[in-house]
């Protein structure tokens, strides 16, 4: 499944997230730092079916997710510190074997992977980054959807959600142009819950709290 993680300085990439640290850690976060080196973080081969959440946030999504599909091997990727200590800590508690951890750049663990090799991948209300002159920055652009392809699976899926309107609509216009994806055709504003938990992540739960509705979007590599 994988190949070295190597060279990951070397590396351009247009930066797609804000903060990587943020309030002192607490004896539990502490704790989860210290297990994410021990037993989840990700070195691991495995045999079975790969599933990736990229940026987890605190990691109820990912626990969930993992929990659910014992047989798969849930990879997340997160950059933010209190979110990788915190989902660590979590899956420590809920006795979690087949999950692990990457604290950083989702794009450079995704460069670990061979070729073909994930089943799905999810993207969850992925920073909107809604000013004009910061929209370089959105984590699906057509350059990052594209090298996302390269690491699917034949009939693997793309699972993305979001409540920013624009960004739904960019989105849509990207996968349009390539050829390799077909779009599940579920309304956008229905949750698809063959590909999505019928739990709700801290943003998404904010959104439908401030009176928006998200869109849900699958896509499935040809």
């Given at each position: 499944v994988l190949v070295?993680?190597?060279n990951r300085s070397s590396l351009r990439l247009i930066k797609t997230f804000g903060w990587l640290k943020g309030r002192p850690l607490s004896k539990n976060q502490k704790f989860g730092l210290k297990i994410h080196k021990e037993k989840y973080d990700f070195s691991l081969k495995t045999k079975k079916k790969v599933w990736v959440e990229v940026g987890f946030g605190n990691g109820l999504h990912l626990v969930e997710l993992a929990k659910r599909n014992s047989?798969?091997?849930i990879v997340g990727s997160e950059v933010y510190e209190n979110g990788v200590?915190?989902?660590c800590f979590s899956l420590f508690q809920n006795k979690i074997e087949n999950a692990r951890v990457f604290h950083?750049?989702?794009r450079i663990l995704l460069q670990s992977f061979k070729c073909e090799a994930i089943d799905r991948l999810y993207i969850l209300f992925p920073d909107p980054w809604t000013k004009k002159r910061h929209k370089s920055r959105r984590l699906l652009s057509l350059e990052n959807i594209e090298f996302?392809?390269?690491?699917?699976k034949s009939k693997g899926a793309?699972?993305?959600a979001?409540?920013?309107e624009d960004y739904y609509l960019e989105i849509e216009n990207a996968f349009s142009n390539l050829y390799q994806f077909k779009k599940l055709h579920v309304s956008p504003k229905e949750k698809n819950l063959s590909f999505f938990l019928d739990v709700q992540t801290k943003y998404e739960r904010k959104a439908i709290n401030m009176g928006l509705t998200p869109?849900?979007?699958v896509y499935k590599k040809v």
């Open positions: 070295e993680l190597e047989d798969k091997l200590a915190t989902t950083g750049d989702a996302f392809s390269k690491t699917l793309i699972c993305i979001t409540d920013v869109s849900y979007l």
